[in-house]
């Protein structure tokens, strides 16, 4: 298994533009998200997902759109970029029930900057 | 609503000491905690985890962390610190729903010879 996989690994942007960070996972996992890091921070969940055509907003979701229409895929868009979004993005994955179902797995994560 | 508070921002300690890095929780329900490493550019790694069976959790790398109620605690240990667990920690605790994981601010960890 590939696990979460998450690309570009890199990007810059310039205020105003649009780009979509893509995320993949191959371990069949109901629930997918995404987090964003910044310096003294911790990490942030921006969206979620449980299951194909089922989203919903985390802590920070103002600037960031997301749909779900594989159980594979969970891309995150940002329609228009801002400053204010430079922050490595990462994705996560897991199983809604079971013995394991609070155990999050990591991307590698996305390193954006918006000048 | 569930948070996490880790103590110190910046640990250094020698190789060969031990390692101890602090976190408290708040939760109003049993909580599930957990303890993430993440080495410079890399995604993040689960180290252990809490789920309220023991209280005394081992992990991997030999980390281990004590659930401590009393003291809403979850701090992380390891005996004898190596040069390659330099990284941040991070501290989580997961929301009732299981739909999010709430972070520390993270604790970074200095290994020196």
């Known amino acids: 298994n590939a696990g979460v996989t998450q690309t570009p690994k890199f990007q810059v942007l310039k205020t105003g533009q649009s780009m979509t960070l893509q995320c993949a996972q191959d371990m069949n996992h109901e629930y997918m998200s995404w987090y964003r890091q910044d310096p003294g921070m911790g990490l942030r969940l921006i969206h979620y997902?449980?299951?194909?055509?089922?989203?919903d907003q985390g802590e920070v979701p103002n600037g960031y759109n997301v749909s779900r229409s594989t159980t594979e895929d969970f891309p995150l868009r940002l329609l228009s970029a801002a400053p204010s979004q430079t922050s490595v993005y990462f994705c996560?994955?897991?199983?809604?029930?079971?013995?394991?179902?609070?155990?999050?797995?990591f991307g590698p994560g996305t390193r954006l900057t918006v000048t | 609503a569930q948070s996490v508070t880790q103590l110190g921002s910046h640990v250094s300690v020698s190789e060969g000491a031990l390692v101890l890095l602090r976190c408290n929780y708040s939760?109003?329900?049993?909580?599930?905690l957990f303890w993430y490493v993440q080495y410079p550019n890399q995604g993040l790694q689960l180290l252990l985890k809490?789920?309220?069976?023991?209280?005394l959790v081992k992990g991997i790398n030999g980390f281990e962390a004590e659930f401590k109620k009393s003291e809403t605690s979850f701090h992380l240990t390891k005996p004898s610190a190596h040069m390659s667990d330099a990284a941040e920690y991070f501290c989580a605790v997961s929301n009732q729903a299981g739909t999010a994981l709430i972070f520390g601010k993270g604790t970074t960890l200095s290994v020196s010879s």
């Open positions: 997902s449980v299951g194909a055509g089922i989203t």
């Open positions: 939760s109003s329900v049993p909580p599930y």
């Open positions: 809490y789920t309220s069976a023991a209280t």
């Open positions: 996560a994955s897991k199983i809604v029930a079971g013995d394991r179902s609070y155990e999050q797995y």
